[in-house]
């Protein structure tokens, strides 16, 4: 019986958020002071000409939503807030202290958890702070993410104040049955009011994220989704498949059960369904899962060729520097990676003992380095080539590796160059596992992704 490509490559795959990813850094070889000794060598070559990137993660919600993997806290005691930032921003003063200069900042963005979580109060004394010790580039870009059930035009407001232009909102879908079974009850007009105010106020990139392979999940849910979703006009659009991946996540992922989850072609006649929808209402396909009005300076990078993709997502411009502050962020100088402990009380006692929270962490090889721009290349422009700079000696293994995807028409391969046909764009991160070495030489003894499709 002949399968469809979705099940023949619907497999457990990396996100490509980096290279290595995270489950293959090499923690035996890094130390605190490699990866110091590696931020400072990033912020010598880069400040000066590009600045530096500065991801924050505010790791507080008031209730679970059950498809969520992010690092939160479940709480709705908001005298935490004080104490956090105030820890933030002592990791930010020890940052500081090792650098030879003061940081022009390129970009900002707050993560979570749920930013808006925090009050407009707190939030302006983080920034403060954080810009206090910082100059900030001529183009800078300040973004957040927004739930719309608390974002208040005081955040929305505020936030435009201190300089941030850019705001995304998780919607996922508005059918109420998927609502109840993710946790996440949010109504259209919740939506509408804050796309509206943020519009109102003045903000240049407003985007909302939608999840397609949710519980209870139905063609005719995208549609209304969609529907609903354009009527708002919003300038991006990350629309994602939920990654089930209960055995990593917990409990939290569990207010569900596995056949409630639309499988193989069903689920991807969900996503291509949304994304003809999506085309047809003006909005430009971006590397993966990602859409954008020509207006938006997303997809002015796209056809400039100038996208970038980092822990922070799909980005209009590069810094070779990120900075990742608060507990579980990952920070990146290009030649490494280092990741703050998940744990909030240690999180504090380490920046008590004057300690940077950093508690693992990759030194990139010469290896690593070229591989990470082919997937860089492949998720952003849909190709790459190699010439003596970018060639490793494994390439015969990876075309041999992309012979059976050629076959299936998602890929071309010239001399030296591969391009992903339109076919081949949903199965982009089967494409980057033909180049991650890290997976082919040590698969995982236990599922560690969520699946490809």
Known sequence: MKIS??????VPGPRY???PT????NESDFTDQKWIASFQKAFLESNSQNGISLYIHLPFCESMCTFCGCNKRITKNHSVEETY????LKEWDLYCQLLPEKPIIKEIHLGGGTPTFFSIQNLEFLINGIL?????ADNYEFSFEGHPNNTTYEHLKKLYDLGFRRVSFGVQDYAEKVQKAIHRIQPFHNVAKVTFWAKEIGYTSIGHDIIFGLPFQTIENVIDTIEKTNSLKPDRLAFYSYAHVPWIKGNGQRGFNDENLPKDAEKRKLYETGKQMLSKNGYHEIGMDHFALASDSLYKATTNKELHRNFMGYSASKTQLMIGLGVSSISDSWYSFAQNTKSIEEYYQLLEENKLPVVKGHILNDEDLIIRKHILNLTCEFETSWNNELYFKEIPAVLEHLKEIEKDQLITVEE???KITAAGRPFVRNICMAFDLHLKRKSPETNLFSMTV
């Open 22 to 25: 995270v489950p293959y850094w």
């Open 5 to 10: 490509l979705t099940q023949k490559y619907n």
């Open 416 to 418: 030296n160059k591969i």
């Open 17 to 19: 958020t980096s290279y």
């Open 132 to 136: 206090s010790k910082a100059n900030k």
């Open 85 to 88: 930032i105030n820890a933030v």
